[in-house]
């Protein structure tokens, strides 16, 4: 029996004993264990290049805080604010660790990779992918693809908030570690593969702008903004988190997947015809998507720290 499957019989077998409040006392959830190996990571990273990261402090200040945070989580009390904590915290850490991400990156990296990545896409397709996209710019395609693009965060936040709404607290817990764990892996990802993409680096071979009908341009404008200037190409984060979100979302929601199949779709192809992406960041997401499905169960076996309540069980056949 996989894991997945353990995981929804297991539920079927509780349901109904543990309320939400109770479901993480005493008992760390295996995303936040996750979540704090990769505080303490990062931090590492800033104390070896404390001078040269900005704001360098404060963030490894705000990694100690997110530490002891999550550590204390399961003593807290069982209240409404506790509970909403234990269960939605990746919400606000996971976005925090991403802006980082501009100010920590390039001091380790400094040399970008983004002539590699534009030579495979040239090499896979004889042409490059954006450029040859412009004959399909059309303003009403432009703004439906970029208010899906902005979707991102919201599609396995949705997920979540069906699988929380009906108290599907087990299948919640693993989606939650699947979700934690792609969106750190594809961040070490940066550090290996840094690239700006492809809206900077073929800029000047590009003759159609990317121009919608009242939305495109706020959005795009919003999201460069908040994100600044990321080394956040290769792999893909939008292609790979839908992905997952898409797998999942057919395994425990089969009415939300079949929404995703054009929503989700429609963003991994805005990924490059908006020009955020080369074809071969997509591709390395779908393989970083594979990677997290494969090897999740295994992960979670190594944080499940027994003895913990029954909900524990998961992988007992």
């Known amino acids: 029996m996989n894991t997945l499957e353990n995981i929804q019989n297991n539920f079927k077998a509780t349901s109904g004993k543990i309320t939400r409040a109770e479901y993480y006392l005493g008992n760390r959830r295996r995303a936040d264990d996750l979540s704090m190996a990769y505080q303490l990571i990062i931090s590492v990273l800033l104390l070896f290049n404390l001078s040269l990261v900005p704001h360098a402090f404060p963030f490894l200040i705000g990694h100690l805080l997110i530490v002891f945070l999550l550590w204390y989580l399961p003593y807290g009390s069982a209240n409404r604010l506790f509970t909403f904590v234990r269960f939605w915290n990746p919400i606000l850490i996971v976005p925090f660790n991403f802006a980082e991400l501009h100010y920590l990156v390039h001091v380790i990296r400094p040399h970008d990779l983004d002539a590699s990545l534009i030579k495979i896409d ?172 494969v090897t999740a169960p295994f992960l979670y076996r190594i944080l499940l720290r027994l003895p913990r309540t029954a909900k524990s069980s998961i992988f007992r056949s």
Not at 130 to 158: A, D, G, R
Not at 198 to 212: A, K
Not at 229 to 258: E, I, W
């Open 122 to 293: 040239y090499a896979l397709f004889g042409v490059h992918p954006t450029v040859w996209l412009e004959h399909l710019m059309n303003p009403i395609l432009t703004e439906y693809l970029q208010i899906v693009y902005s979707t991102f965060y919201f599609l396995p936040l949705t997920l979540a908030l069906l699988l929380y709404c009906k108290n599907r607290l087990e299948e919640l817990d693993y989606f939650t570690l699947i979700m934690v764990y792609g969106f750190y892996l594809s961040y070490f990802g940066y550090f290996f593969v840094p690239a700006v993409g492809p809206r900077y680096t073929l800029n000047y071979l590009q003759t159609v702008p990317v121009s919608g009908l009242w939305l495109t341009h706020f959005i795009r404008h919003t999201l460069d903004t908040l994100e600044h200037v990321q080394r956040d190409a290769f792999p893909s984060g939008h292609t790979a988190m839908t992905l997952l979100t898409m797998y999942f979302a057919y395994r425990y929601h089969k009415k939300y997947f079949y929404v995703l199949l054009i929503i989700g779709t429609s963003l991994i192809f805005s990924t490059v015809y908006l020009r955020y992406h080369y074809v071969i960041d997509v591709i390395g997401g779908f393989i970083l998507a594979v990677w997290v499905i």
